[in-house]
């Protein structure tokens, strides 16, 4: 388990390690410090320390696709603050004069393998399309929605929602072709640096009130059928995507349980008990969380009430990694909440086909 | 310049700890952004599991009310079972009572009579105690006249209290008014309950009422009624759950005295549902007395009586009014059609249980109505029906494969299809329940008797509706003949144009009438009837004319809500009356 050893190895010294390079880095670019002050400094410690920890993450799961979609979301990411490729590139070639120094080897290795694959994709320019397109049902709609929220306008922005609800749409399409796009492209505005971060959080908390207002019209009787815990690792604040799925599971007839964020293994692990589920669904978005996935797993796995619990995972990294759910310890994946559903029948209906579930989402 | 370097020095450490300043801000932002969307994070999932719980909740409800349901309808199914055989065993009883028996036969005849009185009082507590837990049971408000009552119980329990060897004393204070207003069934009701406790536990004793008057106000009479034995007593303990649903002490549970527990439940909920108090005062050993106060209405003799005498008075007018209104026609036709006319016509009998035919074929028998038909199933009913005219059906209201319900449905069908005179249906059930009655009268059924039903219930409901029921006379036909013979040149009779121009307006002036009628609007209701009335006479119309002819009484006494049960009547006999025109017109 080298790679194993090797991840682990750079996590521990990952805070150090940022330090170091940022100091070197400044050193050798003094306009950096004119050009982005006392805060750049800062936030470069921060980002170097992001690309150490998804550089270990990546080889600890022996996934390198992690770890270059980060460099190339980066890339576009930085491009907003007006961090050029040179800089990133720069900021690159210290942490392998980093790792060089300070990590032994067989571990160097590994990881100075991984991380030259990230050099090389940050060269080639990457950029993601809008995740709204006026083709898609509901498109244009959707497009409206976001710009209301935009425009701070939260009002107009459900009456959309409303008006289509009143007009016949389920509530399972305005989750599958407004709340969920308009989700993901708020995430793309940021990257590119189009709107700020209070943005963000401001649509991303409008969309969930929404989604509560809603819960009065559609949750209206206990369902009698399998019943689901949903969780998120670690104190992701991108829970929303897991919150969609649970409601969807709830639509199909599942008797769900979502704990969102910052649940404690132990609570997560009780819950399942409590409630008797069937299937535990995690969702990870940040990939320097995935290790925390792997230890809940682990701990839901050694328990002997929830042994038999199915486990399900979901979320950016493993989007990215299709074979990543294996590595973490899981009996299965989906890319979506419509596939999620399908795949957790499977999984009770066809216990032992773990591939077979593995083949029907993609 | 060491000025300007001084300068540079302090303007660079200005931009510093501006930065500084700036940097803390953007992180306490980011910091206070990331607890808002955990804080909304959480608040949205309290409001998930707030919506799951409410959707729980309420198909908890839902579950509560649907078992409330069914228990109302077990009961109402209870309540049909025993009733039935116990109908049988009563009747037969009775029946057997007047042939010629010996003495020791006539003993074993009251011995059935009581055991199966005494199931039937169980059963009857049973449903009230459930009538009352769901709220169903209403009071009746009336006349009290308490020396009535109190001889009526005295009359009752004679034997019972006979049988003990007691002694059983009524005093009455005088202060009480001899008349007042209440619910006087359900006052006697908690009355022979409580006698009949203390009288259960007393014996070679005395049972003693007292009714006293507490306090008097100017419309009411707050009155007590305490009954007092010299029985085992009830303990303090035992006191305080005495009233609760099927509470029996230790001693009353013993098989000595029997009950099923719920009088003095029953007995509760009553005092409770008149505004009143209950309670006891006991010790052990030396006897109980049971107590309760009522607030009773003031009977107001001279206006009130005088009043509903009026009422009376000109209802009974009325119909005669009606009656003269239409000129000899119904004279003629009750000439005609006498009144044994009713009795010549068989009596339909449906009833699934045969022990139930049996009996009621042996009443009617007794009763003087020989000509009888029986069947077994409303399928069977319905087609008796459709090939013979019946004086009267008695329709037993559940019965396998179609019921009395639906049997009653269909023949009001057939009558109005084939324009048949209504003939009177009569439900016989054990299921006694208010829901019950209400879908007998929805599906077209004219009176109700439960069961077990006595001989004398039987006569008076039969001669009722016999006598309700004189054939009508449709057309005067008197008047259609006079027109008749005025025939005018032209190709079309006079009847027929005079036909068709009432047809051209009298459906919309019976909607206009009915609208009158359902929003009061006594005057209009007054004016359009009288009208309808005149149109109707002058084309020869008897039947529907004494239709319109009662509204318009009713209007005019602004008793317009009385007519609401006639508007009913309105189309199908304005259809009877186009048709006997038309085929006088032909003819």
Same mark, same amino acid.
């Given at each position: 388990m080298s790679h194993r050893e090797a991840g682990e190895r750079l996590l521990q010294d990952a805070e150090i390690l940022a330090e170091k390079i940022t100091e070197m880095q400044y050193r050798l670019q003094p306009d950096l410090m004119e050009r982005f002050g006392p805060i750049g400094k800062i936030r470069t410690k921060q980002d170097s320390q992001y690309s150490l920890s998804y550089l270990a993450e990546s080889v600890l799961v022996k996934s390198p696709g992690l770890f270059t979609h980060y460099i190339s979301w980066l890339k576009v990411l930085l491009a907003g603050y007006q961090v050029s490729t040179e800089d990133l590139e720069m900021n690159l070639q210290l942490i392998k004069e980093a790792l060089n120094e300070e990590i032994e080897q067989p571990h160097r290795e590994f990881l100075l393998e991984y991380l030259e694959m990230g050099i090389d994709v940050m060269k080639h320019m990457d950029t993601q399309a809008s995740f709204? +397109?006026?083709?898609?049902?509901?498109g244009l709609e959707a497009k409206t929605y976001l710009q209301h929220l935009l425009d701070n306008k939260r009002k107009e922005a459900f009456e959309i929602v409303e008006s289509e609800l009143n007009d016949g749409a389920t509530i399972r399409d305005m989750y599958r072709y407004i709340f969920q796009p308009v989700q993901y492209e708020i995430g793309r505005l940021w990257q590119r640096g189009q709107i700020s971060v209070g943005q963000e959080h401001f649509c991303t908390a409008a969309t969930q009130s929404f989604i509560s207002r809603l819960y009065s019209r559609w949750l209206i009787g206990p369902n009698k059928g399998k019943k689901l815990v949903a969780a998120c690792v670690?104190?992701?604040? +991108?829970e929303i995507g897991l919150r969609m799925l649970t409601d969807v599971f709830e639509m199909e007839g599942w008797d769900t349980y979502y704990l969102g964020a910052n649940f404690p293994n132990g609570s997560i692990v009780e819950a399942i008990k409590r409630h008797e589920s069937d299937v535990i669904a995690i969702s990870v978005t940040?990939?320097?969380h995935l290790h925390l996935a792997k230890e809940l797993i682990e701990r839901i796995r050694n328990h002997a009430e929830t042994a038999h619990v199915k486990v399900m995972v979901g979320g950016y990294p493993f989007n990215i990694d299709k074979e990543l759910w294996r590595t973490v310890g899981a009996d299965g994946y989906a890319p979506g909440a419509e596939e999620a559903v399908a795949i957790a029948e499977r999984l009770l209906n066809h216990p032992v086909s773990l591939d077979n579930v593995s083949t029907a989402s993609e | 310049m060491p000025s300007d370097n001084e300068e540079i020095q302090r303007l660079r450490k200005t931009i510093e700890q501006l930065s500084d300043q700036l940097i803390r801000s953007k992180e306490q932002e980011e910091r206070t952004l990331s607890a808002f969307s955990d804080m909304n994070n959480e608040l949205v999932t309290l409001q998930r599991q707030l919506s799951k719980n409410n959707a729980g909740l309420e198909s908890a409800r839902q579950k509560a009310v649907a078992s409330d349901e069914s228990k109302s309808a077990f009961m109402a199914v209870i309540s049909h079972d025993f009733r039935t055989p116990l109908n049988g065993i009563l009747g037969m009883a009775e029946l057997l009572a007047l042939s010629p028996l010996s003495e020791e036969q006539k003993d074993s005849v009251i011995v059935i009579q009581e055991a199966a009185k005494l199931l039937l009082k169980l059963i009857q507590d049973l449903l009230d105690f459930s009538k009352l837990e769901a709220g169903q049971l209403r009071l009746e408000q009336g006349e009290v006249k308490l020396q009535e009552i109190m001889d009526y119980i005295l009359r009752l329990l004679k034997p019972q209290i006979d049988k003990k060897r007691n002694r059983m004393i009524m005093d009455c204070d005088p202060?009480? $008014? $001899?008349v007042l207003e209440g619910d006087s069934t359900r006052i006697t009701q908690i009355l022979i309950n409580l006698i009949q406790n203390a009288n259960k536990f007393t014996t070679d004793g005395s049972v003693k009422v007292e009714v006293k008057l507490v306090r008097q106000q100017a419309r009411t009479q707050l009155v007590r009624f305490e009954v007092h034995d010299r029985g085992i007593g009830i303990s303090e303990e035992d006191q305080i759950s #005495?009233?609760? &649903?099927y509470m029996q002490t230790e001693q009353g549970r013993s098989k000595e005295y029997e009950g099923t527990g719920l009088g003095l439940s029953i007995c509760k909920s009553l005092v409770q549902l008149m505004d009143g108090e209950i309670g006891i005062r006991s010790k052990e050993g030396e006897g109980s007395t049971f107590w309760f106060e009522l607030e009773l209405g003031l009977h107001l003799v001279e206006s009130k009586e005088s009043a509903q005498l009026t009422v009376a008075d000109e209802t009974s007018d009325l119909t005669n009014d009606a009656k003269n209104d239409v000129g000899d026609a119904t004279k003629n036709s009750s000439k005609d059609a006498p009144e044994q006319d009713a009795r010549t016509l068989p009596i339909l009998l449906a009833d699934d249980n045969v022990i139930n035919r049996q009996l009621v074929q042996l009443q009617l028998k007794k009763l003087g109505f020989t000509k009888l038909e029986c069947v077994s199933s409303g399928e069977e009913a319905v087609n008796a029906f459709r090939d013979k005219t019946y004086s009267l059906i008695l329709m037993d209201?559940?019965? &396998?494969?179609?019921?009395g319900i639906e049997a009653t449905r269909q023949i009001r069908a057939i009558e109005q299809d084939e324009m048949r005179p209504s003939t009177p249906i009569i439900a016989m059930t054990g299921n006694v329940m208010q829901s019950e009655k209400d879908k007998c009268y929805e599906a077209g059924m004219n009176d109700f008797i439960g069961k077990p039903f006595t001989l004398e219930v039987l006569d008076t409901t039969i001669r009722k509706w016999h006598s309700a029921s004189? &054939?009508? *006379?449709? #057309?005067?036909m008197d008047v259609v003949r006079e027109i008749a013979e005025l025939?005018?040149?032209?190709? *079309?009779t006079l009847l027929s144009m005079l036909l068709e121009m009432y047809r051209a307006e009298t459906p919309g002036k019976i909607e206009d009438l009915r609208r009158h009628v359902v929003s009061a609007d006594h005057k209009a209701a007054a004016e359009t009837a009288h009208d309808l009335k005149s149109g109707s006479l002058s084309l020869g119309i008897s039947y529907l004319s004494t239709l319109f002819s009662q509204i318009e009484k009713y209007a005019k006494q602004e008793l317009?809500? *009385? $007519?609401e049960p006639l508007l009913d009547k309105l189309l199908p006999a304005y259809q009877a009356a186009c048709g006997a025109l038309q085929q006088a017109n032909k003819s």
């Open positions: 709204i +397109h006026a083709s898609m049902p509901y670690g104190s992701e604040q +991108h940040m990939t320097y | 202060e009480v $008014a $001899a #005495l009233f609760e &649903p209201s559940m019965m &396998p494969v179609m019921d004189k &054939p009508v *006379q449709i #057309l005067n025939n005018t040149d032209g190709s *079309q317009t809500h *009385q $007519a």
